[in-house]
């Protein structure tokens, strides 16, 4: 497509539960970061792949969050025993530009996860 | 270590008029970057504009200008003949060293355009 898509748009799931969040960068795109955003707050780094590898993932809060970009393109964040405190908007956004260059960074709609 | 203060919670214009939106940043990198992206309603993060550090001059697009104070760490935003369209909530970030995809964003600003 021609924006960065994330699916599912809304996901409600216990407490306790094992959630994923899909992240699809623009084709080409070789840096996808993970960003948070709780309820009237900005969005939070979580975590930036460069190609496969995690170049940063400073921002992740815990052990039971984890991302994966196997293939370079497609990204996964998995957050596992997911609690009440993990509802928030996650965001994924995709740049072009490698490391050491200014670059317009494009977002996705973002996945909105409740924890009841 | 990037911090992003944006002290206006709300801000209202009138259609036509200019608007500014405030900002303050703090940061221990020599290099860095100053953005501004708008989020209208439908969540998503709309890039506006970008000020690096080293830039002499203010940066501009289109309708936003980007007023870069370097001594008084501040890049305000200036929006000018506001539209209705811009009503949103609009976030200042910045980056630093290398790594300008790793932004620190402020808690925002909500902008109503009024007609």
Known sequence: GAGVSQTPS???????KYVELRCDPISGHTALYWYR?????GPEFLIYFQGTGAADDSGLPNDRF?????????STLKIQRTERGDSAVYLCASSAMTGGDTGELFFGEGSRLTVL | A???????PG???QEKEAVTLDCTYDTSDQSY????????SSGEMIFLIYQGSYDEQNATEGRYSLNFQKARKSANLVISASQLGDS???FCANAGGTSYGKLTFGQGTILTVHP
Do not use: C, D, H
Request: aromatic letters at 14%.
């Open chain 2, 11 to 13: 801000m209202f214009v």
């Open chain 1, 37 to 41: 955003q709780s309820l009237g707050q």
């Open chain 1, 66 to 74: 984890f991302a994966v970009r196997p293939e370079g393109s497609v």
């Open chain 2, 33 to 40: 970057g100053l953005f501004w992206y708008k989020q209208p």
């Open chain 2, 2 to 8: 990037q911090k992003i203060t944006q002290t206006q």
């Open chain 2, 88 to 90: 949103a909530m609009y």
């Open chain 1, 10 to 16: 809304n996901k409600v799931t216990e407490k306790g």
